[in-house]
């Protein structure tokens, strides 16, 4: 069975801090891995990642993936509290299948 | 450009019930997933849809059933309803393919009472 653990499960940090967000998985024809945000409703899209060692940025963000160690991290540096969301992962397999773990759920104080 | 549609936003059932919610995905995306959200169990795959057929399936009982019309569109339906169906429902929808994107809709949230 796919399996998704994300860690930690919640983080509370202030204003500026950096925090990195931990995602491993087992899932049968892995593909890629994705990464959302949510805050509301409907994650949000934040990054895709196919190969190993490769960095994404998306100003503040960033995420690499390791697939030796079947496992990807995802970065938030100077945070603000518009950040707060619960940060989800999601390797892709079969098809387009997404198995999402529990989330990390980030809090920013001012 | 559209994103993906949802309706309708919000569903009152009693147990015993049926509902039908549909998903309209992003023009030019082919497959379309649904998952089921609720406080405990987190995000749960239900079943994808691509070209019409159903390409993958969850562990959900055979209550939750969908279909995917010639326009990508979908729906999914759940038969005979009780309270722990009560969850948001999204759907996602994609290119397809292994380095595609999938983007979320904003969801139905079922209440069963």
């Known amino acids: 069975e796919d399996k998704v653990v994300q860690s930690p499960l919640s983080l509370v940090v202030h204003e500026g801090d950096t925090v990195t967000l931990n995602c491993s998985y087992e899932?049968?024809?892995?593909?890629?891995l994705l990464w959302y945000k949510q805050e509301k409703k409907a994650p949000t899209f934040l990054f895709m990642l196919?190969?190993?060692?490769i960095e994404k940025k998306s100003g503040r963000l960033s995420s690499i993936l390791d697939k030796k160690e079947l496992s990807s991290i995802l970065n938030i540096t100077a945070t603000q509290t518009g950040d707060s969301a619960i940060y989800l992962c999601a390797p892709k397999s079969s098809g387009d299948k997404l198995t999402f773990g529990t989330g990390t759920r980030l809090a920013v104080r001012p | 450009k559209a994103g993906v549609t949802q309706t309708p936003r919000y569903l009152i059932k009693t147990r015993g019930q049926q509902v039908t919610l549909s998903c309209s995905p992003i023009s030019g995306h082919r497959s379309v997933s649904w998952y089921q959200q609720t406080p405990g169990q987190g995000l749960q795959f239900l079943f994808e849809y691509f070209s019409e057929t159903q390409r993958n399936k969850g562990n959900f009982p055979g209550r939750f059933s969908g279909r995917q019309f010639s326009n990508s569109r979908s729906e999914m339906n759940v038969s005979t309803l009780e309270l722990g169906d009560s969850a948001l429902y999204l759907c996602?929808?994609?290119?397809?393919?292994?380095?595609?994107?999938?983007?979320f809709g904003q969801g139905t949230r079922l209440t069963v009472v």
């Open positions: 996602a929808s994609s290119r397809t393919g292994a380095h595609t994107e999938a983007f």
């Open positions: 196919t190969s190993s060692g």
């Open positions: 899932v049968t024809n892995f593909r890629s």
